[in-house]
């Protein structure tokens, strides 16, 4: 009875939000390019309310302001800190590679932030539609040393010229359900980096609304969006293993991320 229960509630959910709930932005965006697309959070990344008439804006506030996501944000804010750090501490240019980044917001944020000649930026991702997004985004802001590239985040290929300083990996651990996949992408990105370089990378340690998210949204493949929650010192272990020297991790403010730096 229980599963009957669930199962119609889910089902009732998810006629709303295909509904009523299209009105949102960014409920439409999700539909479209998938709840944990590059797109997505891009619009999560803006923090601005849009949809159709009044309605439209409430729903998309209500979507925007949901735990979920306020964490995301926070994730940003303390992933940009860290790598602010990073930046600061090192001489002359430095290269920093985003192997999923979407539009790259956060990124174009940063560019932005340092001084012209210190920072060197490749977002990639595999899907087209966030790169062609960050693009347009860096043209309409006048950016230089930023550039967009197709590219897998589990396959990496060495990017041309020089090794990257810095390797980012935001968002993506927590949508891989097998360990063993996070495993060998750290060790991976660890054969990538310059001799000196770090790699940093999130890490969803808990969330209340998995249940949710699982039973009402898709992912960008259209099926449900299941994610995995991993322990921070298990992510840590990862990185020792690979390699790195030192690891150490920070968490954001809501709570439900951590943000770990591993440095060669």
């Known amino acids: 009875m229980k599963r009957v229960w669930t199962t119609l509630k889910w089902t009732a959910a998810r006629a709303v939000l295909r509904t009523v709930g299209r009105a949102s932005r960014g409920i439409r965006i999700g539909y479209r390019f998938g709840f944990d697309s590059g797109v997505m959070l891009d619009h999560v990344y ?24 306020r964490a995301v944000r926070a994730r940003r804010e303390l992933l940009s800190r860290v790598l602010r750090e990073e930046i600061a501490r090192r ?5 920093l590679l985003d192997v999923a980044a979407g539009p790259g917001r956060y990124l174009q944020d940063l560019v932005e932030q340092t001084p012209p000649g210190r920072l060197r930026v490749l977002c990639r ?8 997004k960050g693009e347009a985004m860096a043209r309409e802001r006048g950016l230089a040393g930023i550039t967009y590239q197709v ?7 060495p990017p041309e010229g020089r090794a990257p300083d810095v390797i980012v990996v935001s968002g993506l651990y927590e949508l891989l359900l097998d360990d063993a996949e996070v495993r060998q992408s750290i060790e991976r990105l660890r054969g990538l980096l310059a001799e000196d370089g770090v790699l940093v990378f999130t ?10 998210i699982a039973g009402v ?10 994610m995995k929650c991993r322990d921070m010192g298990q992510a ?21 991320f951590t943000v770990t730096l591993c440095r060669a």
């Open 46 to 69: 803006e923090n601005r309310a849009r949809g159709v008439l009044g309605v439209g804006r409430v729903i998309d506030r209500v979507f925007l302001d949901a735990v979920g996501w």
């Open 203 to 212: 890490t969803q340690t808990r969330h209340p609304q998995l249940e949710l």
């Open 91 to 95: 001489e002359g240019e430095v290269f």
């Open 236 to 256: 840590e272990d990862w990185a020792a293993r690979a390699g790195f020297k030192e690891v150490s991790s920070r968490r954001e403010r809501v709570g439900l």
């Open 151 to 157: 590219g897998d985040a589990l396959v990496p290929v």
């Open 217 to 226: 949204l898709t992912d960008r493949d259209g099926e449900p969006w299941i």
């Open 125 to 132: 991702d595999l899907a087209p539609a966030g790169l062609r």
